[in-house]
């Protein structure tokens, strides 16, 4: 655990088994690599990263990033090719959700906590640059963008230039929640073509 | 596979774009595949008015976005890269309806690409390991180096067969990633020696003028000028051979020691006796070589040695470093001079024997130029390394993945 992330992922995962929806969390872990299935039926594959010795989060990132997108690419071939949809926290396996998006005509949502310009305020170095150009790249290749605050989504608007009808807010404090994350997942689900 | 046989190449490099040895490799490489049948799709990186796409003799060669924001440094660029590319190249693949074969990638500037290629299409993956970061920095001392190390070792543990272009290069690279001898295969490097057959009939007398006197004798160095190269080594032996031969040390190519090696000329007073080209065009090296008196290769660490293949097939006689692959392709008195490997003197001993001693400089560089349209032909090569293709191809068609 490093931020509150994984809390919520826990919870979103647990809810989405609730709902049947056959649901798959790609994660990184070090050792504890491998796939584990949690009592509420959610599989968990935990890989780890093949570069030992990364000069800095964004090499990390980039390398862990193919290890990734190689587990996804299994289950997507063990469940007989039935994967709707990819829903990708953040900025870090963005890379990965778009190479399957390309290659395996997945289409992915990609659900924003935080942004590179809100972590490191008034910061161009090419490493917050880099960083951006991810998130950008995100926002271009994803069916949809969630956020969890009209805040964020103007922000994102702001930054940027997102259509205002790719973003959905989804507000984890509300009852409707869950409902909310179903009804957002069905507008994406069923290919690229899908509206 | 009821289509004709089919390859997506990875190289960060390709013509028009020239970096280093491995864009003249694939361009060939790929030409020649194409010749014999095969498929071949290169894809590559952008570079300043070359076409996004365009058909080389049968080959389709793909310029993708190669990342042109800032970057923190150069190994953080090659994996921003790598994912345009594997983006790009995954679309490209759907385009062409699953008609492609085999992956393969050229060295470490393209692993990830190939790598998540392979696992999201499950299809073979091959690489061509071009040099090693362990041999180019003659072992691993910062951190980038270690982390360039393991991710040359985790493409060589994906590819299903790993090229290398000597006999050296196998045993470097089995020793380096502590892989399994049948996972190697050696398929060495090839030269076009139609790029010299036009400069056949120089005039050189009139071409050699615009870089040396008539009664200088020309030696040549073709190479970037960075440690690897032994460029310094040379630089240390100007002074041995213009003490017995007037002569004059042309060096292209350009690099990290630059400064450092016109530190030394300057220092030893030879600035009027060594010339810095900097890259000159493709027209004018064959011409060069063509010309030289001698063409000295003093690498400290060479996993092939294209430039000694490239000056015998433009029949200029060669001193090299006796090291890596250039122990192979050159056969000491027969081919070239062999000297010891970081030795000036040896290396001037070399080169004072070949400009000095008229008959033995013939008789070299007539063997070498036989030896080379024997051994290093492209069309040889390609159909060796389409051998390759077809017996991974085997193992594929008896895999889970097919």
Redesign the interface.
């Given at each position: 655990m490093v931020g509150k992330l994984a809390d919520y992922i826990n919870a979103l995962s647990t809810q989405l088994a609730k709902n049947k929806v056959e649901t798959y969390v790609v994660t990184y872990n070090d050792s504890l690599t491998g796939t584990v299935e949690e009592a509420s039926g959610v599989k968990v594959v935990r890989v780890a990263n093949?570069?030992?010795?990364?000069?800095?989060v964004?090499?990390w990132d980039?390398?862990l990033?193919?290890e990734v997108?190689?587990a996804a690419?299994?289950i997507y071939?063990q469940a007989g090719k039935q994967i709707d949809l990819i829903d990708v926290y953040d900025w870090h396996f963005i890379?990965?959700a778009?190479?399957?998006k390309?290659?395996?005509?997945i289409p992915f949502i990609y659900s924003v906590e935080s942004l590179e310009d809100h972590r490191s305020p008034n910061s161009s170095?090419?490493?917050n640059?880099?960083i951006k150009?991810?998130e950008w790249?995100g926002f271009y290749?994803a069916k949809k963008v969630s956020v969890k605050s009209e805040w964020m989504r103007d922000q994102i608007f702001r930054i940027h230039n997102v259509p205002e009808d790719k973003m959905k807010v989804v507000s984890p404090s509300k009852d409707s929640w869950i409902t909310d994350v179903l009804e957002l997942y069905k507008t994406v689900a069923g290919g690229l073509n899908s509206k | 596979m009821k289509h004709k046989l089919s390859v997506m190449m990875f190289s960060w490099e390709f013509p028009p774009r020239v970096i280093g040895g491995i864009s003249p490799h694939v361009f060939f490489l790929s030409k020649s595949l194409a010749k014999i049948g095969v498929k071949v799709h290169v894809v590559t990186c952008d570079f300043p008015d070359a076409p996004p796409h365009e058909v080389i003799d049968g080959v389709e060669v793909y310029r993708i976005d190669s990342?042109k924001?800032?970057?923190?440094?150069f190994?953080?660029w090659v994996?921003?890269m790598?994912?345009n590319m594997?983006?790009?190249a995954?679309?490209i693949?759907?385009k062409l309806g699953d008609k492609i074969d085999v992956f393969h990638a050229h060295d470490w500037l393209v692993a990830?690409a190939g790598?998540?290629?392979k696992?999201?299409?499950?299809k073979p993956l091959l690489v061509t390991m071009h040099s090693t970061e362990i041999g180019r920095r003659d072992g691993l001392h910062t951190?980038?180096e270690?982390?360039i190390h393991?991710?040359e070792a985790?493409l060589t543990?994906e590819a299903w067969k790993v090229i290398c272009c000597s006999d050296y290069m196998v045993s470097h690279v089995k020793w380096a990633f502590g892989l399994p001898d049948d996972k190697l295969v050696m398929i060495p490097n090839g030269v076009n020696t139609h790029v010299y057959a036009s400069s056949e009939k120089e005039d050189c007398e009139a071409f050699r003028a615009k870089f040396a006197l008539p009664e200088e004798k020309i030696v040549l160095y073709v190479g970037r000028l960075v440690y690897e190269k032994g460029i310094h080594v040379l630089i240390n032996a100007v002074p041995k051979v213009l003490a017995r031969v007037n002569a004059k040390f042309i060096i292209v190519g350009s690099g990290y020691m630059k400064e450092q090696l016109l530190n030394i000329v300057r220092s030893m007073r030879l600035e009027h006796k060594v010339l810095f080209m900097g890259f000159v065009d493709d027209e004018t090296l064959p011409r060069l070589q063509k010309c030289a008196g001698v063409s000295v290769v003093p690498s400290l660490f060479e996993p092939f040695g294209i430039v000694a293949l490239e000056a015998m097939a433009a029949k200029s006689p060669v001193v090299v470093s006796d090291t890596g692959g250039l122990s192979e392709i050159v056969d000491h008195d027969a081919t070239g001079f062999k000297a010891y490997p970081n030795n000036p003197e040896s290396l001037a001993w070399g080169i004072t024997k070949i400009l000095i001693d008229e008959k033995y400089r013939k008789y070299i560089r007539e063997n070498a130029y036989r030896k080379v349209q024997e051994k290093y032909d492209w069309e040889k090569i390609a159909q060796q390394t389409k051998q390759v293709y077809k017996a991974v191809l085997g193992e594929y068609s008896k895999s889970f993945w097919a």
């Open positions: 093949p570069v030992r010795s990364p000069i800095g964004l090499t980039l390398t990033n193919q997108e190689r690419a299994s071939y890379p990965a778009v190479t399957l390309n290659a395996l005509k170095t090419p490493y640059m880099s150009s991810i790249l290749e | 990342y924001n800032p970057a923190p440094d190994a953080t994996y921003l790598n994912l594997q983006r790009e995954a679309a693949v759907n990830t790598i998540g290629l696992h999201v299409f499950r951190d980038t270690k982390m393991e991710t985790w543990y």
